[in-house]
């Protein structure tokens, strides 16, 4: 596309024209490529995105993950699809290019801000069960280890160090849940070791 024409749907059909970075973190490098080109898949086949250029990134390792990203620019067609992209698609980082100036009806930013809004909504939500789900999972996991030490016990396994072993947690780690289950009554300590009480 030419300048001239970029011009002419910016100023008269409304496009705004923008740079935005999108990055990709995860495993294994497969995934992270195929999910950064499904991403620029959706914006190429979407009718109100025109992509002018691309740069894509290839994968790269650091701190066993891998990352890519794809700066990409293109013509957005008003600020209601700009406002999706950025809620939907998440990008690293947008510079809208043209036009310098925007001017919108109060609609519009109604609409802009209830868009943020249900967003915000829904991230909240998502964090409240994620939270909840924590919680669960932590207390279960509590669970499960203060059974692994009473069935080690049952076993024989009374030294810590074997019991850490046995279980797979680290000794250290392990020394809170003993002290809390000595204090509930359901072990106690003899010496360096532990039994049932």
């Known amino acids: 596309m030419d300048k001239k024409e970029l011009r002419r749907k910016v100023k008269e059909e409304?496009?705004?024209?923008v740079i935005a970075v999108?990055?990709?973190v995860g495993n294994p490098k497969d995934y992270v490529q195929r999910a950064l080109e499904g991403h620029l898949r959706k914006l190429e086949q979407d009718p109100k995105?025109?992509?002018?250029?691309k740069h894509v990134e290839p994968p790269e390792e650091q701190n066993n993950y891998w990352s890519t990203f794809a700066e990409v620019?293109?013509?957005?067609?008003?600020l209601e699809k700009f406002t999706w992209l950025c809620m939907n698609f998440m990008p690293a980082s947008v510079e809208v290019m043209a036009p310098e100036e925007l001017t919108f009806k109060g609609r519009e930013l109604t609409a802009w801000i209830n868009d943020l809004l249900a967003k915000l909504h829904e991230i909240g939500i998502v964090s409240q069960q994620v939270g909840q789900q924590n919680k669960l999972l932590v207390k279960n996991i509590n669970a499960l280890v203060r059974n692994s030490i009473l069935i080690c016990i049952d076993f024989g396994?009374?030294?810590p160090i074997k019991i850490a072993k046995k279980i797979g947690i680290g000794e250290k780690d392990l020394e809170p849940i003993?002290?809390?289950?000595?204090?509930e009554g359901k072990i106690e300590k003899k010496g360096k070791e532990y039994d049932r009480k």
């Open 14 to 17: 409304g496009y705004l024209q």
């Open 22 to 24: 999108f990055e990709v």
């Open 49 to 53: 995105i025109e992509l002018l250029n």
């Open 73 to 78: 620019e293109m013509l957005i067609k008003g």
């Open 157 to 159: 396994l009374k030294n």
């Open 178 to 183: 003993f002290e809390a289950m000595i204090k």
